[in-house]
């Protein structure tokens, strides 16, 4: 996207941080007006995260600003919120090229730019990684800077909470600002709370301060005594006790879209000496009214047009696995109270908002805690609840140990629907489904299933929900189902048992999940046999031996990792079977899945139908 001086004067000027900090003071409230308009206009090109990067807009310019990035190191969390550090750090003229296939990446990501110092995708990570830096700083004593920017959700994680408290023991120079865009104590907001913070960060308070430590280091009672008084006068003003307790000296909150104030606050709290913590409130979506009044629903977008002030919706299409998830949520809690839907604040991602909106008494958002998630379901299901845990593929990874020791070692019932499971698209391989189907194979207990249309996962619910005898796991793709029609009668499917689609010879398919149509469609062309296994554990062993005694060639199809995945279980049981038999693997290779339209990355990898048809052509004439 080239960029229109004559609409964009001081943004013009400020391609890369260096020329940013060229620029007088004065002119820095146009450019982050500047910056937010070119943030509308290149979101509304690609599409992409919107509502964060709105809010973040003036934090962003202040940050460069005052910080010798990237000698000093800046650390995004997440990086929904990190579009207009993109933008300010020489990558603006390829915005419109985000989440697509070669494109900038969607989050922070190291290879891009010596900028983005952490890559990022999940919430939490930025106080260990700015810490960890901090030391190294330290050791170097080279003078360097480390800031972490954390959102107020991904302040629920408990990771946060484990740095915070490691950084307050090390005290080492560095500081997190706290980018609050919650409204509930926006009242704390304005001239006043501004004016403490720059009293609070500045000269001649830090000396007071640091001095009168030295003065009371011989009198432990008074200093003590004066601790405590600091804190209280400081907790009349602002609610920072929990995070002086964390040994953070807690500076704000303070206007987030102030560019004046945040320079001269971040100038004084710069020199400042151990952890430093800055609160600052922002509105998601600030400047682009559609965005402040729906900030959920406006967190990420298609391509569309800004000036109309409204999100493009398209016509009328399939479910998605989501909602079909949803409305099996709602038919089976309206059968029975005791189902208790969980989420790790993945409401409207899973599928959750009418379920929680019709039983509000079952439903459970944990936050960003996905470790506090699958234990709280573990500890409902000790006392007789039915938990169904909705979370992602790439955020169950973050609760393992949790599933391992808390769910599956005591044989829990504990309902695991798993969304985003297989190739994600635009997001990228931070959160690529590529793994769960083979972490969660070598746990003990577990059951997984693999529904290859809307229907089976219907009933693969229904089956896992009946399920006592330990924790199921049901695993979908994201996006639109098939078109099967939807039975509503829920029947519990026979545990471990696939079926046989299509009847063919010398070749057989063995497909785990939604690649069924292009498996078939491929076996169309070899006259081959296609199996639905529907079960990744336990497998179906009377099939499988059944198929490798009338077959010359097997083929597993599944859209996970093949290192341990669902064909790998295949090979597993043929040994223990001692059935030599030439297997073809298809799945997805030994690599981390790059961004692109799921379209593009599915056919690239081969697990299309021409795909599979050519692997297995290859397979064939080697």
Not at 26 to 42: G, H, I, M, T, W
Not at 377 to 383: F, I, M, T, Y
Not at 466 to 471: H, S
Request: charged share 20%; proline share 6%; glycine share 10%.
């Amino acid at each position: 996207m080239s960029l229109d001086i004559s609409l964009f004067p001081v943004l013009a000027k400020a391609n890369t941080p260096d020329e940013l900090r060229q620029l007088p003071q004065a002119q820095l409230p146009q450019l982050a007006d500047e910056l937010r308009e070119f943030l509308l206009k290149s979101v509304g090109m690609s599409s992409g995260h919107f509502a964060s990067g709105l809010g973040t807009v003036e934090l962003t310019v202040a940050l460069h600003y005052v910080y010798n990035t990237p000698f000093d190191r800046l650390i995004w969390d997440v990086g929904h919120q990190a579009y207009p550090h993109k933008i300010l750090t020489g990558r603006r003229d390829r915005m419109q090229t985000i989440r697509q296939k070669n494109g900038l990446h969607p989050f922070p990501w190291r290879e891009e730019s010596d900028y983005d110092t952490f890559s990022v995708g999940h919430s939490g990570t930025s106080v260990s990684a700015a810490l960890a830096m901090a030391v190294a700083a330290e050791k170097e004593q080279a003078g360097r800077k480390v800031v972490a920017v954390i959102g107020d959700g991904a302040m629920t994680g408990g990771m946060v909470f484990e740095a915070m408290n490691h950084a307050g023991d090390l005290k080492n120079d560095m500081l997190v600002v706290l980018n609050d865009n919650e409204m509930s104590i926006s009242e704390n907001v304005g001239a006043l709370n501004n004016h403490l913070a720059q009293l609070m960060s500045g000269r001649l308070y830090t000396t007071l301060r640091e001095g009168g430590k030295k003065v009371l280091k011989g009198m432990p009672a008074i200093k003590e005594m004066a601790r405590r008084t600091e804190e209280h006068l400081k907790g009349m003003v602002v609610p920072g006790t929990l995070f002086e307790e964390l040994g953070f000296n807690y500076i704000g909150p303070i206007d987030g879209h102030d560019v004046d104030a945040l320079v001269e606050t971040m100038r004084n709290m710069r020199g400042l000496k151990g952890p430093q913590l800055l609160h600052i409130m922002t509105k998601k979506g600030r400047g682009y009214e559609p965005a402040e009044k729906d900030p959920i629903g406006w967190h990420a977008v298609p391509k569309f047009d800004p000036s109309q002030f409204k999100k493009p919706t398209s016509a009328p299409g399939l479910p998605t696995f989501s909602q079909v998830f949803g409305k099996w949520l709602c038919d089976m809690a309206a059968k029975d109270s005791k189902l208790l839907g969980i989420t790790p604040a993945m409401r409207e991602g899973s599928g959750m908002v009418e379920f929680s909106q019709r039983f509000p008494e079952q439903y459970f958002d944990a936050a960003i805690a996905e470790q506090h998630a699958v234990t709280f379901a573990a500890g409902l299901a000790c006392e007789g609840y039915k938990p169904v845990v909705a979370i992602y593929s790439t955020f169950l990874q973050r609760g393992y140990d949790q599933l391992i020791h808390d769910v599956a070692l005591q044989k829990l019932p504990v309902l695991f629907a798993i969304d985003r499971g297989g190739i994600v698209g635009a997001d990228g391989p931070t959160h690529q489904g590529a793994f769960d189907l083979s972490f969660m194979r070598c746990i003990p207990n577990m059951v997984i299933m693999a529904p290859s249309d809307e229907n089976e996962c219907r009933q693969m619910f229904y089956t896992g929900y009946c399920y006592r005898d330990g924790p199921t796991a049901v695993r979908y793709p994201r996006g639109s189902a098939t078109g099967e029609p939807q039975v509503e009668e829920m029947t519990a499917l026979p545990i471990g048992k696939g079926l046989i689609k299509r009847q063919g010879q010398k070749i057989a398919l063995l497909n785990f999940g939604t690649t069924l149509a292009a498996a078939l469609s491929a076996a169309e062309q070899l006259d081959a046999t296609v199996a639905d296994m529907r079960f990744v554990k336990p497998l179906d062993v009377e099939l499988v031996r059944a198929l490798a005694g009338s077959h010359e060639v097997l083929v597993t199809v599944e859209e996970n990792a093949i290192m341990g995945g669902a064909g790998s279980g295949v090979l597993e049981l043929l040994q223990q079977l001692k059935l030599p038999k030439p297997v073809l693997q298809i799945g997805l290779p030994d690599e981390f899945i790059k961004h692109g339209a799921p379209a593009e990355v599915t056919a690239e990898l081969r697990l299309d139908a021409a795909g599979i048809l050519a692997q297995i052509r290859d397979f064939l004439d080697a």
